[in-house]
C-alpha cells in the first residue's frame, strides 16, 4: 500500500477518519462535471436546490448559506458577526474544536469567555445555568459532537436553558450535520454550521450553515464585521441564490447530488439510524476487546468513537500498521495522542465496512499485545 | 442549448469570461480522484510541490501560501495582518475590484485610503508619487489586472515608486498570475494573490498568495488579526506543508496537475506569449469591427479585452443570443453595463478557441446592426 502522493492515481486509503472522510463515486463523478459560472442561471438553480436541501436536513425555515471556506471560517464569522465590541460571548468548550472556538474570540479581539468541563465530559443543563448566572452574555457557542473526543453534547437539553437567558446560540455541528438528528427550529438555534468532508461525504472547501432572523437582525447592528464573512451581503445575495464571492462551485454540485441521495434515496431517518448502528456496533467492538470508551456513558457520539488504552498498546504503531493493510483510523487529538484513538464512521460508511475494518484491526490489535 | 442546471450532466457552454473560466479535462480528472486526508503525508507531497510550483510562477523565493476561499479572502488577510489600528493604508483603484479592496479595508475598521483613476485609465508613477507625499503610508494594495475595465496597471514602474517610500506593497493578481509575467522578488512585492478560476484554469474554491519576510514580520507586530486568515499560523504549518484548517483538496490536486502542465509541458514564457496573443488578437478583431477599445493604449490586458459601445449595440441581448449558440461572454461590470462588454481569453483558451468564437460574435453583431 502506497502511501506517497501520485499525481495520475487517486488515494487507495480506506477513511475511517472523522474527517475527510471516503468519497462515494457519484460525488467524485460530479466534481468532473465542467460548470457555467457563479453569475449564471444554472448555477443559481443549483444554488436554490443545495440550501432547500440543507434546510431539510437542518428542519429549519433559517436562510442557510454557503461559505468558501473550512467550518473555521463560519466560527469566525458567527465572533465577528454577533458580538459587539462591549458584549461578553460565552464559550463552551468540551474539548479542541471547543477551545479554538474560544480562541477565535480571542484572536478577534472580543470579550471571550471560556467554559470548559474535563475531556471527555459533556456539558449539561446544570453547569450551564451555574455559567450563565456568572455573567450577562449576549452570545453563546458549543459544539454538538466533539471531534476531538467523540462526545456528543445533550444539545435538546443545554439549549432551552441557553435560549431562556435571551443569548444567540451558535452550534457547531460539523462532525453530526447529516449524521445526527439536530432540528434547528424546533431548539431555536440561531447559527448551525459545519463542513461537507464530514457527515456529507464530500470533499473538504465547502461550509455551510443556517441563520436566524435574529442573528440577522443582530449582524446590522454589530460594527467592524469585515466583508469576507459578513453575514448581511451574504444573505442579501442568497435571496438570489448567489454568494458574494465566487464559491467552490464543484463542491456545490457535489452538494446537490448528496441532498438528493441523502433525502430521497436513503432517507435521512434512516441515515440517522445508519450512523446509531455504526456508533453502537463500534462501543461493542471495543467493550470486547477490552477497550474502555472515553467519553461518559451516555454521551458518545455516533459519528467518531474514542477509545481509551486500557490494553496499553503503541497506539501511533497500530494506526500505521492499519495504514499498511489499507485502512486510515487515526491517533487521539492534541493532548490524547497515544492516551486514546478514534475511529471515524460518518458519511457513506456502512455496517458492512465497518465490520470489515475491525476484523483486520482485531487481529493487529492481538498481534501488538502478544509482542508485548 | 439548455441553459437550465442538470445535476447529472456538465455544462456544455464554452466560457470567454474572465472567471470561472473553461476547466481542461486533465483538471477535471484529476478533481474525481479520491484523496486522503490533509494530515496525511500524500497531502503534504501535493502541497509541497503546489507551493514550490507557485514559487516559479512568481519568481519567488518567498512562502507560497494556500488558502480555503476566494481572491477576497486574501485580500481581507492583508488588510488584517498588515495595517496596525493607527497606520494608513492606502488602496489604489483603476476599477470594481480596486474598490472593493477599500470597502474591505472600511469594513474592518482600518484608516483605508482610496485613490481612484477614472476607469479605463491605469495608476501611473505621478499619480503614486503624488498621493504618496500626502500622507504615511505603511501599505500601499492596487491591482495588476483590473478584471472590470480591462486595464493592465503599468507594475514595473508603480512598484518602485511604492517600495522607495517604504511601505509594504500588495498586489492583486488575481486574473492574470500564470497568464501575465509578474516577477515578485525582483519588484519586491510583499504579498501577491489570486484564486485559481482565471489564468489557473481551475474551478474556483482555492486562493494562493505570495508573503515576504516583510510582511510575516509586520504581521507578527499587528494585533486582532483573527484566526482564519492570519499569517502567522499559516506560515507555521507551511513548513510542514500543510494548512491549519482543512484546505479544498480537490482543488489543491488539479493545482499540482496544471502547475506541471503549465511549467513543464506548455512552458511559462510560451503561456506568456500565448495570452499576449489572445489579448492582440482580441483587439485587432474589436478594431475592425469598429469597436473602440475600453482601456487606454497601451494599458489593455492580455486576459481580459473590454470594447465600448460604440455601434450602439444592445450588449445585454447580444450575451444573450452568443449564450443560445454556446458561447459566454460578459457584460460590462456594474455601471459599465451595456457601456461595455467583455470577453475573457484566459487560462486554457487559444487562438483557434478565440477565432472560432469571434466568427460567431461577428455575425451575431452585424445581424443586431442590420436590425437596428
Chains 1, 2 share one sequence.
Request: glycine share 8%; with cysteine.
Amino acid at each position: 500500500m502506497s502511501i506517497h502522493f501520485n499525481k495520475d492515481e487517486g488515494s487507495k486509503i480506506k477513511l475511517f477518519t472523522p474527517g475527510p472522510v471516503y468519497v462515494p463515486e457519484r460525488v467524485l463523478e460530479a466534481l468532473a462535471k465542467p460548470n457555467d459560472t457563479h453569475r449564471s442561471k444554472p448555477y443559481s438553480e443549483m444554488h436554490q436546490m443545495a440550501i432547500e436541501g440543507l434546510q431539510k436536513i437542518l428542519f429549519t425555515k433559517n436562510e442557510c448559506l454557503i461559505f468558501t471556506s473550512s467550518a473555521t471560517g463560519i466560527m469566525e464569522a458567527c465572533v465577528r458577526n454577533l458580538l459587539k465590541k462591549d458584549e461578553n460571548g460565552l464559550f463552551l468548550s468540551i474539548g479542541a474544536f471547543g477551545d479554538r472556538w474560544h480562541e477565535i474570540g480571542v484572536a478577534n479581539g472580543k470579550n471571550a469567555i471560556k467554559a470548559g468541563v474535563e475531556w471527555g465530559k459533556p456539558i449539561t443543563p446544570e453547569f450551564v445555568k451555574e455559567e450563565l448566572s456568572k455573567n450577562k452574555y449576549s452570545v453563546v457557542v458549543l459544539q454538538s459532537n466533539e471531534t476531538s473526543t467523540g462526545v456528543y453534547n445533550p444539545l435538546n437539553d443545554i439549549i432551552p436553558v441557553i435560549k431562556d437567558s435571551g443569548a444567540l446560540v451558535c452550534v457547531d455541528a460539523t462532525s453530526s450535520m447529516a449524521g445526527i438528528k439536530l432540528e434547528v427550529d424546533k431548539l431555536g438555534i440561531d447559527v448551525c454550521l459545519a463542513s461537507v468532508q464530514k457527515c456529507f461525504a464530500l470533499p473538504p472547501g465547502l461550509a455551510v450553515c443556517s441563520v436566524s432572523d435574529a442573528a440577522i437582525e443582530k449582524a446590522n447592528q454589530v460594527e467592524n464585521r469585515g466583508l469576507y464573512f459578513d453575514f448581511i451581503s451574504l444573505v442579501k445575495k442568497n435571496k438570489v441564490y448567489q454568494t458574494p464571492n465566487t464559491p467552490p462551485i464543484p463542491q456545490i454540485r457535489g452538494l446537490v447530488v448528496q441532498l438528493d441521495y441523502i433525502l430521497d434515496d436513503e432517507g435521512l431517518e434512516k441515515r440517522f439510524e445508519r450512523h446509531e448502528q455504526l456508533g453502537k456496533r463500534t462501543r461493542i467492538w471495543a467493550r470486547d476487546m477490552g477497550l474502555e470508551i472515553f467519553p461518559e456513558k451516555g454521551y458518545e457520539s455516533n459519528t467518531v468513537s474514542t477509545m481509551k488504552n486500557t490494553l496499553n498498546i503503541d497506539y501511533a504503531k497500530m494506526v500505521s500498521i492499519m495504514l499498511t493493510k489499507g485502512f486510515r483510523i487515526v491517533n487521539g487529538y492534541g493532548s490524547l495522542v497515544n492516551k486514546t484513538f478514534r475511529i471515524g464512521h460518518m458519511g457513506e460508511i456502512t455496517l458492512e465496512n465497518l465490520e470489515e475494518m475491525l476484523k483486520v484491526l482485531t487481529d493487529v490489535i492481538n498481534e501488538l499485545r502478544l509482542k508485548k
